[in-house]
């Protein structure tokens, strides 16, 4: 028997013609798809690329037949797999094909795993479900898929539970799940998401061998172009539910038509040169710019002037010295005893006025350990904090209280840092109220309204709660409740990591902005290079709880001096090394 992979099929596997996706509402009807077209053959790979609410999931989930029947509607021309009509097919039929001939990756395991059923009887219900195996068999295939996958101690891992993996293993776990049963089609929603880059580009090896092995069809759904060239053969963009350009990937990568390509292209940070800020997408689509070139000439940062400004920042007292920091943490051992995981060990470095201090690794490196460590939300197991000639510490409770304010955080996920209990105004308000700032409720009211202007929200705002916003708006959310008490110092953690490209480059240029206008130092915590080096005067890099390599942002892009840190380049997805055109 041929591989799948040596089958030359000449006709489509999916064919979509015409596809309509709407959802009823009690305001209305509201058209999330607004009838897009594409066909994908055999053994290839078709990326859909946007911005959230473009409409990718949504057209995604209308073929495996997700989609709540109640409240949507779906409408095409044609829908064909396999020489199946998806339009009209009977439930029974589609169980028959989902999960077994189609499969789909969901964007985030954490929660589309179960969290109280072990990893591997997950993965082995599906073979038990379609191809009736028995527990032992279905075990054994799990087991062999976990291998396949690269999961490592994969005997173990059958009985771990999901909060037990990594993020990238749990995303081994999901796509060994849609493997399960040789599918033809796979669709892959957001797989790299939030992940390490070494993460990412493992997994997108990973999809390319498992392609060409399997012969199967792929659908990539992404909001960032700078991965499409590493896994896919053709490109469709999409915006506000349509498609407005599709081709080949080389030629779209290299001479895109549609302004909404240009801008989703130039939002992310290029590694040769450095702009005062990143253009955002909507300034492509009203014209404000239409090429690179016109983007360099009025943006570009001249080297000069970025090193006379470190002159300026490095020749001042440090506003923060760590000194042997560590942080450390007892696990005990299930047959008895205690080990010890050195998350943060013995650390020293300055943090200078005015600087943004990148800090940059693998998940597990220690680097938010360290950011909360330094504002005293960790203990430190040892070590000594020194904030404007002042030792931090926290037994001395009215000196500790006043440096507290002007040290703030900023944290990665702004939905969980906010209770959704309260409006965003109110949770702005709340550390005012605290710190005693601001004078009476209705001046604190106030500089909540200034903060919300301020970082790009609508006096309006202040009455929504967190679930009303988007995940750009609540990060914005978070950076103004930072703000409220006037801070000097500012732990960034992760700000943008799991916004898309176009709302990242908006904060990042917001961030820019708050930094000057308030004299704010930041430690800006991040695991995309790309951003890392776009936003931050030096680069820290840390590998288990170690500083690896602490040099000038550009310097240490471009002559890196530890092993690790050129691994960590050299995994950034090759649209980004190569520098996006536009």
């Known amino acids: 028997m041929f591989p799948m992979s040596l089958v030359k099929e000449a006709f489509p596997l999916l064919e979509v013609e015409n596809l309509s996706v709407s959802f009823r509402h009690s305001d209305g009807v509201f058209e999330a798809v607004r009838g897009i077209s594409f066909s994908l053959m055999p053994g290839k790979t078709l990326a859909i690329v946007g911005e959230s609410g473009s409409g990718k999931s949504v057209s995604a989930l209308s073929l495996m037949g997700l989609l709540p029947e109640r409240s949507s509607v779906v409408r095409a021309e044609r829908m064909l797999f396999e020489g199946h009509d998806l339009r009209n097919i009977a439930s029974a039929e589609l169980n028959g094909l989902r999960g077994n001939r189609m499969a789909m990756i969901f964007q985030e395991p954490m929660t589309s795993l179960n969290p109280v059923m072990r990893c591997g009887k997950q993965v082995a219900e599906a073979l038990i479900l379609h191809q009736k195996l028995s527990l032992d068999a279905a075990k054994s295939r799990v087991i062999e898929l976990f291998e396949r996958v690269k999961l490592p101690r994969a005997e173990q891992l059958y009985l771990a539970w999901p909060h037990e993996l990594s993020g990238g293993q749990r995303q081994r776990v999901m796509i060994a799940m849609a493997l399960a049963n040789n599918p033809r089609l796979l669709i892959a929603d957001e797989p790299t998401t939030a992940l390490d880059v070494t993460v990412q580009k493992e997994i997108l090896q990973l999809l390319r061998q498992l392609r060409e092995e399997y012969g199967m069809a792929l659908i990539f759904i992404t909001h960032d172009l700078g991965v499409v060239s590493d896994i896919a053969d053709q490109i469709a963009v999409m915006h506000q539910g349509l498609i407005v350009e599709k081709g080949e990937v080389a030629a779209i990568v290299k001479h ?327």
């Open 256 to 582: 895109p038509n549609h302004p909404y390509t240009k801008g989703l292209m130039a939002c992310r940070p290029p590694l040769d040169k450095r702009y005062f800020r990143l253009p955002v997408v909507n300034e492509f689509l009203n014209g404000t710019w239409k090429s690179a070139e016109d983007i360099a000439q009025k943006l570009i940062i001249p080297r000069d002037k970025r090193k006379q400004d470190h002159q300026i920042t490095y020749s001042r007292p440090p506003l923060m010295q760590v000194q042997e920091l560590s942080v450390h943490f007892r696990l005990s051992r299930h047959s008895g005893g205690e080990r010890v995981l050195k998350a943060v060990d013995k650390l020293s470095f300055d943090i200078f006025p005015g600087e943004t201090l990148g800090l940059v690794g693998e998940s597990g490196s220690g680097k938010t350990s360290l950011g909360r460590a330094i504002l005293h939300l960790l203990k430190p197991t040892s070590g000594t904090i020194i904030y404007r000639d002042e030792p931090v510490e926290p037994g001395q409770a009215e000196q500790f209280r006043k440096l507290r304010r002007k040290m703030q955080i900023v944290f990665q996920d702004p939905y969980s840092s906010l209770n959704p209990r309260i409006t965003a105004g109110e949770a702005i308000r709340e550390p005012m109220i605290v710190h005693r700032l601001n004078g009476n409720a209705k001046s604190q009211k106030e500089k909540v309204v200034y903060l919300l202007n301020r970082v790009g929200l609508l006096p309006e705002h202040y009455y929504r709660y967190p679930h009303e916003f988007s995940g750009g708006q609540r990060q914005r959310i978070g950076i103004a409740r930072a703000l409220a008490v006037e801070p000097e110092f500012v732990v960034l953690d992760e700000p943008v990591s799991a916004l898309d490209v176009s709302v990242q480059a908006q904060v990042l240029n917001l961030l820019g902005e708050l930094k000057t206008e308030f004299g704010l130092t930041y430690l800006f915590i991040s695991h995309d290079l790309g951003v890392v080096r776009y936003f931050s005067d030096r680069v820290m890099v840390m590998y288990q709880g170690k500083i690896e390599e602490l040099a000038e942002a550009d310097t240490l892009f471009t002559d890196p001096q530890s092993p690790y840190t050129r691994k960590l380049i050299a995994a950034l997805p090759g649209l980004q090394r190569s520098v996006g055109q536009i």
